[in-house]
């Protein structure tokens, strides 16, 4: 019998299942506390907030759930409903073709049916139309304005370059008419670098950034436990916690046949609520305290994702007219992998890998699949990594209850096949399989004689290990690779790996054996810009900046738009007090888009580079806008401090200089002795 008592009264269950909360469920909405509070204060704080994180990290429901409730409480606040750039609502304008498509979809969020607006009406248009709220001093209330999902604005339709920065723009002049205005985007993380290309065409103020990442092990605790408050029903002691980690618990089936158990740090909110409804509508109605019997026999995560995978398919082959053995197979053949791994597919005109797209939308509706928008395409895969091996289970299951054959098993685990197994555990961060993997691969092609191949797994063993930290094995493994490159006389080969041990030590801080590597790869391969420039970056930080402003330059040789040699020149060249120069190169940098460290100093130096043109107010913002993405970055804490010193503020600068010296990541040795020096001229003109 299915259980009727909850917080919200007969009907709904204490967890909302595979969905966004609402508004309206913020009572069953815990393990946020902090996160809400935070974007809350940033909202209010500042003029342009982000909150991003990877897709079903529980963004919506945080700010639906954790977010509103807080803020509808405050004195002084105007909340607009949240806004979109997908789905219009009805009859919100006035008929006729809107000037931008995206404005008409936020309009139509914002507007009040029934009250429809003249077309062409802008952004800054319809907010300063509206009754403006003071408080009993008369000051103006906060406009608060969310705009969910704002990746759409990248990914829908992207040939609309211009349409965008229209809209873009008319957000802006409404930033700018509108001080009270304050904005909050949500946005998925694949999409953070691209809006970061927009800030300064958006505000001139800096953004705040708020990240929000899957559960933590207390805060999902706090989401298993604290919805039954209210209700007939609780966990019996250690049980919730059993459950957590069963949550944060993923089996894979390797190639060889062997399982391997990961227990991830966090666990996914989506699998939390699938669970936890599963848990709440399987056990009977006249159980009171939830204990270690009960959960083995109706809190089975494997369990609960198969029968939410078995009504996902019968609602879509009801949605859809499609058979339900032909969704299953669909299911399983394009997004389980032959290597137990979660696969994608393109969304295609009509199709997706031979299946009509509306059943890919009814998936994605009922939180099966998720959708990413990249590469000018849309890319569907599972929702969770934890729905592998309920799909196995239960299509074996569907079809040996109706006499069907089952479905080819893995392919053999050839040498091959362990490899790319390897390489895709790697993306997922399972290192231990990857590891496996790797090693079984090598062991197959020494047995068979196939140097080449061996070599290139001995490579990706050195990205392994490498991408844990090991530097030791990433070295040992690299070298071996060398070794067989060499024998085979593949210079293209060659020159990669002694690159990737030139990253190596890199890594370690050996920056002069680092430049030798990359010179020797230079020598076997000169127009490989990637040598280049690693040499360039090589040099710098070990103390020979001039070289590196050369190197830089040949890079840009052979590739007029390589943003990394734009953005070291720019940063030697702001280093070496031509200011306008490094600016020319700084820019462009930026713009082309860099890795996120380098973006982070390639800001610093920009701001370097505005305060010696006497540009302090841009220096401010860009500043800001770097200790934003790193708060005790080193080499920004150093600029910084060089910043404070040419303001004739000596006590600051001193201050930012000696933190810089205990910041992390260290100071390369150039840019010890640079932050060294300036200490040592502040402290003598202090006596």
């Given at each position: 019998?299915?259980?009727?008592?909850?917080?919200?009264?007969?009907?709904?269950?204490?967890?909302?299942?595979?969905?966004?909360?609402?508004?309206?469920?913020?009572?069953?909405?815990?393990?946020?506390?902090?996160?809400?509070?935070?974007?809350?204060?940033?909202?209010?704080?500042?003029?342009?907030?982000?909150?991003?994180?990877?897709?079903?990290?529980?963004?919506?429901?945080?700010?639906?759930?954790?977010?509103?409730?807080?803020?509808?409480?405050?004195?002084?606040?105007?909340?607009?409903?949240?806004?979109?750039?997908?789905?219009?609502?009805?009859?919100?304008?006035?008929?006729?073709?809107?000037?931008?498509?995206?404005?008409?979809?936020?309009?139509?969020?914002?507007?009040?049916?029934?009250?429809?607006?003249?077309?062409?009406?802008?952004?800054?248009?319809?907010?300063?139309?509206?009754?403006?709220?003071?408080?009993?001093?008369?000051?103006?209330?906060?406009?608060?304005?969310?705009?969910?999902?704002?990746?759409?604005?990248?990914?829908?339709?992207?040939?609309r370059q211009e349409e965008r920065g229209e809209f873009i723009d008319e957000l802006a002049t409404a930033?700018?008419?509108?001080?009270?205005?304050?904005?909050?985007?949500?946005?998925?993380?694949?999409?953070?670098?691209?809006?970061?290309?927009?800030?300064?065409?958006?505000?001139?103020?800096?953004?705040?950034?708020?990240?929000?990442?899957?559960?933590?092990?207390?805060?999902?605790?706090?989401?298993?436990?604290?919805?039954?408050?209210?209700?007939?029903?609780?966990?019996?002691?250690?049980?919730?916690?059993?459950?957590?980690?069963?949550?944060?618990t993923v089996v894979y089936t390797d190639l060889a046949g062997e399982s391997a158990t990961i227990s991830?740090?966090?666990?996914?909110?989506?699998?939390?609520?699938?669970?936890?409804?599963?848990?709440?509508?399987?056990?009977p109605a006249d159980v009171a305290v939830i204990t270690p019997d009960e959960l083995h026999a109706f809190?089975?995560?494997?369990?609960?994702?198969?029968?939410?995978?078995?009504?996902?398919?019968?609602?879509?082959?009801?949605?859809?007219?499609?058979?339900?053995?032909?969704?299953?197979?669909?299911?399983?053949?394009?997004?389980?992998?032959?290597?137990?791994?979660?696969?994608?597919?393109?969304?295609?005109?009509?199709?997706?890998?031979?299946?009509?797209?509306?059943?890919?939308?009814?998936?994605?509706?009922?939180?099966?699949?998720?959708?990413?928008?990249?590469?000018?395409?849309?890319?569907?895969?599972?929702?969770?990594?934890?729905?592998?091996?309920?799909?196995?289970?239960?299509?074996?299951?569907?079809?040996?209850?109706?006499?069907?054959?089952?479905?080819?098993?893995?392919?053999?685990?050839?040498?091959?096949?362990?490899?790319?197994?390897?390489?895709?555990?790697?993306?997922?961060?399972?290192?231990?399989?990857?590891?496996?993997?790797?090693?079984?691969?090598?062991?197959?092609?020494?047995?068979?004689?196939?140097?080449?191949?061996?070599?290139?797994?001995?490579?990706?063993?050195?990205?392994?290990?490498?991408?844990?930290?090991?530097?030791?094995?990433?070295?040992?493994?690299?070298?071996?690779?060398?070794?067989?490159?060499?024998?085979?006389?593949?210079?293209?080969?060659?020159?990669?790996?002694?690159?990737?041990?030139?990253?190596?030590?890199?890594?370690?801080?050996?920056?002069?054996?680092?430049?030798?590597?990359?010179?020797?790869?230079?020598?076997?391969?000169?127009?490989?810009?990637?040598?280049?420039?690693?040499?360039?970056?090589?040099?710098?930080?070990?103390?020979?900046?001039?070289?590196?402003?050369?190197?830089?330059?040949?890079?840009?040789?052979?590739?007029?738009?390589?943003?990394?040699?734009?953005?070291?020149?720019?940063?030697?060249?702001?280093?070496?007090?031509?200011?306008?120069?490094?600016?020319?190169?700084?820019?462009?940098?930026?713009?082309?888009?860099?890795?996120?460290?380098?973006?982070?100093?390639?800001?610093?130096?920009?701001?370097?580079?505005?305060?010696?043109?006497?540009?302090?107010?841009?220096?401010?913002?860009?500043?800001?806008?770097?200790?934003?993405?790193?708060?005790?970055?080193?080499?920004?804490?150093?600029?910084?401090?060089?910043?404070?010193?040419?303001?004739?503020?000596?006590?600051?600068?001193?201050?930012?200089?000696?933190?810089?010296?205990?910041?992390?990541?260290?100071?390369?040795?150039?840019?010890?002795?640079?932050?060294?020096?300036?200490?040592?001229?502040?402290?003598?003109?202090?006596?």
């Open positions: 019998m299915k259980r009727a008592d909850s917080p919200a009264g007969p009907g709904p269950g204490p967890y909302v299942g595979p969905r966004p909360f609402r508004q309206a469920e913020a009572d069953r909405f815990f393990g946020r506390r902090l996160e809400a509070r935070d974007a809350a204060s940033l909202w209010l704080g500042d003029r342009v907030t982000v909150l991003h994180g990877p897709a079903a990290a529980g963004k919506t429901s945080l700010l639906h759930a954790g977010v509103l409730p807080r803020l509808s409480r405050e004195a002084g606040v105007d909340l607009l409903p949240v806004g979109g750039l997908g789905h219009q609502p009805a009859r919100p304008l006035a008929a006729g073709p809107p000037r931008n498509g995206y404005s008409f979809a936020l309009l139509s969020h914002w507007a009040q049916l029934g009250q429809p607006l003249p077309v062409g009406t802008s952004i800054a248009d319809f907010l300063l139309s509206r009754p403006r709220r003071v408080s009993e001093q008369g000051d103006p209330h906060s406009v608060l304005a969310a705009i969910d999902q704002f990746e759409v604005l990248f990914t829908a339709f992207p040939a930033l700018r008419q509108l001080p009270a205005l304050k904005l909050l985007l949500v946005i998925n993380d694949d999409h953070v670098a691209t809006l970061r290309s927009y800030e300064r065409r958006l505000s001139p103020y800096p953004f705040s950034y708020v990240r929000l990442d899957a559960l933590g092990p207390e805060a999902a605790l706090d989401a298993v436990i604290q919805p039954l408050a209210g209700t007939a029903l609780s966990f019996g002691t250690g049980v919730a916690e059993e459950l957590v980690d069963r949550l944060r991830n740090p966090l666990v996914e909110p989506l699998l939390l609520q699938i669970v936890g409804t599963e848990l709440w509508s399987s056990l809190g089975d995560t494997d369990q609960a994702l198969a029968r939410f995978y078995d009504s996902a398919v019968r609602a879509v082959q009801l949605e859809t007219g499609e058979s339900e053995q032909r969704l299953r197979a669909w299911i399983e053949s394009a997004f389980i992998t032959e290597h137990g791994t979660r696969g994608t597919a393109c969304r295609g005109v009509l199709m997706t890998a031979g299946m009509a797209n509306r059943a890919a939308d009814a998936f994605e509706q009922r939180h099966l699949l998720t959708a990413e928008h990249r590469a000018r395409g849309t890319w569907y895969q599972l929702s969770q990594d934890a729905m592998i091996a309920p799909i196995w289970q239960s299509n074996r299951a569907w079809r040996a209850n109706r006499g069907l054959d089952v479905m080819p098993g893995p392919a053999p685990a050839t040498p091959t096949a362990l490899s790319a197994a390897a390489a895709a555990a790697l993306a997922e961060g399972n290192f231990r399989s990857a590891h496996r993997f790797a090693g079984a691969a090598a062991v197959g092609y020494r047995a068979a004689g196939d140097t080449r191949r061996l070599a290139y797994t001995l490579v990706l063993q050195g990205d392994i290990a490498r991408t844990e930290g090991d530097l030791g094995t990433a070295e040992e493994s690299l070298q071996a690779a060398l070794s067989a490159f060499t024998v085979l006389q593949d210079r293209n080969s060659t020159a990669r790996t002694l690159s990737a041990l030139a990253d190596v030590r890199f890594s370690a801080g050996d920056y002069l054996t680092a430049a030798q590597f990359q010179r020797e790869a230079v020598s076997q391969l000169p127009t490989d810009v990637d040598a280049l420039i690693g040499l360039g970056y090589a040099q710098w930080y070990g103390g020979s900046p001039a070289d590196a402003e050369a190197t830089f330059t040949q890079a840009l040789g052979w590739d007029a738009a390589a943003a990394r040699a734009f953005g070291g020149r720019g940063q030697v060249l702001a280093e070496m007090r031509e200011y306008a120069t490094a600016l020319a190169d700084l820019d462009p940098a930026i713009a082309f888009g860099l890795p996120p460290a380098e973006e982070i100093d390639a800001r610093s130096a920009r701001a370097l580079a505005l305060t010696g043109l006497g540009r302090g107010e841009e220096a401010e913002r860009e500043l800001a806008a770097a200790r934003t993405q790193d708060p005790g970055r080193a080499r920004t804490l150093r600029r910084a401090g060089r910043i404070a010193a040419m303001r004739d503020q000596p006590a600051l600068a001193a201050g930012e200089i000696e933190r810089a010296l205990l910041g992390s990541p260290p100071l390369p040795p150039w840019d010890e002795a640079d932050a060294r020096r300036l200490l040592a001229t502040l402290r003598d003109e202090d006596t």
